[in-house]
C-alpha cells in the first residue's frame, strides 16, 4: 500500500523559505501523479501543485505560480515542494497525496487522489 510521509514544515517570517519533502513508500510510484494540498482553518482544502510521474508536467495554483517549485528525486522515491516568499496567507496544513491513475496533472480534485500524508503545518507570520 503507498504511504506518504510529509516533513520541512514549520514557522517562518514573512518573505522566507521553507522545503516540504513527501517520501513515498510501499511501492515504487512509477506513473501517476504526486500533488499538494493544503488547508487553512475554516476553509476548503486546495490544490496547490502537482507532478506527473510519467511526463514531469507540473501544475501551480495561481495564488503560488512564480514563488512555489515542485520537483521530484525518483532514486529516493520523494516529491519536494519549495516555496519561496511565503505570505501569511499561505499558513495552512500542506498535504501530500498521490494516486497512479491520474493522468493530467490538473484539476486537482482532493477525490481523485487515493494516498495521502498525514500533513505538515506551515506558518508564516512575524
Known amino acids: 500500500q503507498l504511504q506518504l510521509v510529509e516533513s520541512g514544515g514549520g514557522l517562518v517570517q514573512p518573505g522566507g523559505s521553507l522545503r516540504l519533502s513527501c517520501a513515498v513508500s510501499?511501492?515504487?510510484?512509477?506513473?501517476?501523479?504526486i500533488g499538494w494540498f493544503r488547508q487553512a482553518p475554516a476553509k476548503e482544502r486546495e490544490g496547490v501543485s502537482c507532478i506527473s510521474i510519467s511526463d514531469g508536467s507540473t501544475y501551480y495554483a495561481d495564488s503560488v505560480k512564480g514563488r512555489f517549485t515542485i520537483s521530484r528525486d525518483n532514486a529516493k522515491n520523494t516529491v519536494y515542494l519549495q516555496m519561496n516568499s511565503l505570505k501569511p496567507e499561505d499558513t495552512a496544513v500542506y498535504y501530500c497525496a498521490a494516486d497512479r491513475g491520474i493522468t493530467t496533472v490538473q484539476p486537482m480534485w482532493p477525490a481523485d487522489f487515493g494516498s495521502w500524508g498525514q500533513g505538515t503545518q506551515v506558518t508564516v507570520s512575524s
Open positions: 510501499g511501492f515504487t510510484l512509477d506513473y501517476g501523479a
